[in-house]
């Protein structure tokens, strides 16, 4: 297990609201809750060093993302014996939302969650940030995975910046949160409504008549009570960190945007570089193990059931929105608008955008099982 670290202000924030997920805090870490070893130091006798990595993550360590990150870690300790361990600093208590890129690129951490969307200038893994294509997120997390596998274009952008890529992820498709009394028969009816929602979601609500609203999540719940925004987008188990459903009850599941975010975990490429060969073997083996065997596709999953349990608890509603000629023609038009910016900042930076897109789109629907539900079908069943 790795040694937990989680800033002071995110601590005290917990004893009130569960987890405030994705808080766009400073960078300010201490709070050492335990340690498993693994000081940086010899271990004496004939046993290798200690190698103590440094993980950062802007999400709670109780999150279904670094519940899944655990798993990589612990296999990297097995495999190597216990001599990788790891230092994990959770709650934004290292790094920042948008310093996380930075935050490996210069070494303050050896390792970070991250999401491409964080960083627009990041073309080819954006690719992956265009939703509409499915709400089968496993087969988002699997295209994106099978790109990074077949085409150098991803890595090779991500080691620019000085980051290794060790596996993506993609998170559950987005629902929508409303005030009290929002009442949605379709996706039109969302015309005129401020609401938090980032990056290409934004854009595509937009095209609705939304007035989007860029914010850091932990400001969401006070501007909603304010009456700053009447609703917001975010998965549905941040929905549950933050206490949403408090204050925007009325939840819809955007059934036609489906899987759109999508998030990487990734290491300095020079301290990756500078390991032994068989500790780079590990973590290359911890990898693939995660992505051939779908660990955070099964981590969110379980996590979209708990959320659905505890938000009926609360009195919540959770409906489906859209699957419709009215969902179909947002979508539609949706799409065309995303992949055309896409394309567009694409220009002289990737050899052949257009072909780029088909791939990974087809590979999108290559790994579509037909077995997912949309989150209002599961939390019907839950």
């Given at each position: 297990m790795p040694r937990i670290h989680r800033s002071k202000k995110m601590a005290m924030a917990a004893a009130t609201i569960a987890g405030a997920a994705l808080l766009l805090a400073g960078c300010s870490g201490d709070g050492d809750t335990g340690s498993t070893g693994g000081d940086g130091g010899s271990t004496g006798g004939d046993a290798k060093e200690t190698i103590t990595l440094t993980y950062t993550s802007i999400l709670p360590e109780s999150g279904p993302a670094n519940q899944a990150f655990k798993v990589w870690m612990d296999e990297v300790t097995a495999l190597t014996d216990g001599q990788v361990q790891f230092d994990a600093f959770y709650d934004a208590a290292l790094c920042a939302a948008a310093d996380a890129l930075e935050c490996i690129e210069d070494g303050r951490a050896d390792l970070a969650f991250d999401t491409p969307a964080y960083s627009p200038e990041l073309v080819s893994p954006n690719i992956a940030s265009i939703g509409f294509q499915t709400y089968d997120h496993a087969a988002v997390g699997a295209a994106i995975n099978e790109l990074v596998a077949t085409d150098d274009t991803i890595a090779n952008e991500y080691a620019e910046r000085n980051q290794k890529i060790l596996f993506f992820g993609?998170?559950?498709?987005?629902?929508?949160?409303?005030?009290?009394?929002?009442?949605?028969?379709?996706?039109?009816?969302?015309?005129?409504?401020?609401?938090?929602?980032?990056?290409?979601?934004?854009?595509?609500?937009?095209?609705?008549?939304?007035?989007?609203?860029?914010?850091?999540?932990?400001?969401?719940?006070?501007?909603?009570?304010?009456?700053?925004?009447?609703?917001?987008?975010?998965?549905?188990?941040?929905?549950?960190?933050?206490?949403?459903?408090?204050?925007?009850?009325?939840?819809?599941?955007?059934?036609?945007?489906?899987?759109?975010?999508?998030?990487?975990?990734?290491?300095?490429?020079?301290?990756?570089?500078?390991?032994?060969?068989?500790?780079?073997?590990?973590?290359?083996?911890?990898?693939?193990?995660?992505?051939?065997?779908?660990?955070?596709?099964?981590?969110?999953?379980?996590?979209?059931?708990?959320?659905?349990?505890?938000?009926?608890?609360?009195?919540?509603?959770?409906?489906?929105?859209?699957?419709?000629?009215?969902?179909?023609?947002?979508?539609?038009?949706?799409?065309?608008?995303?992949?055309?910016?896409?394309?567009?900042?694409?220009?002289?930076?990737?050899?052949?955008?257009?072909?780029?897109?088909?791939?990974?789109?087809?590979l999108v629907q290559k790994n579509v099982t037909g077995d997912a539900k949309t989150i209002a079908q599961i939390c019907d069943e839950s």
């Open positions: 993609a998170q559950s498709p987005a629902v929508i949160g409303f005030v009290e009394g929002t009442d949605l028969t379709s996706v039109n009816d969302m015309d005129g409504k401020q609401v938090r929602a980032a990056s290409q979601i934004g854009t595509a609500l937009s095209l609705l008549g939304v007035s989007p609203v860029s914010m850091a999540p932990g400001e969401v719940y006070e501007s909603i009570e304010r009456g700053v925004i009447q609703g917001v987008v975010q998965s549905i188990d941040v929905y549950v960190d933050l206490s949403l459903a408090e204050v925007a009850p009325m939840i819809y599941s955007l059934d036609d945007a489906g899987a759109y975010a999508v998030v990487n975990f990734g290491m300095n490429l020079d301290k990756y570089e500078s390991l032994p060969d068989d500790v780079k073997e590990a973590i290359d083996a911890a990898s693939a193990k995660m992505i051939d065997e779908g660990v955070y596709a099964q981590y969110q999953n379980d996590s979209i059931g708990h959320a659905c349990t505890s938000l009926k608890e609360q009195g919540a509603t959770i409906q489906g929105l859209g699957l419709d000629a009215d969902g179909k023609a947002w979508a539609t038009a949706a799409t065309e608008r995303l992949v055309a910016d896409w394309k567009t900042q694409a220009e002289g930076k990737i050899a052949d955008p257009d072909a780029f897109a088909d791939t990974y789109f087809g």
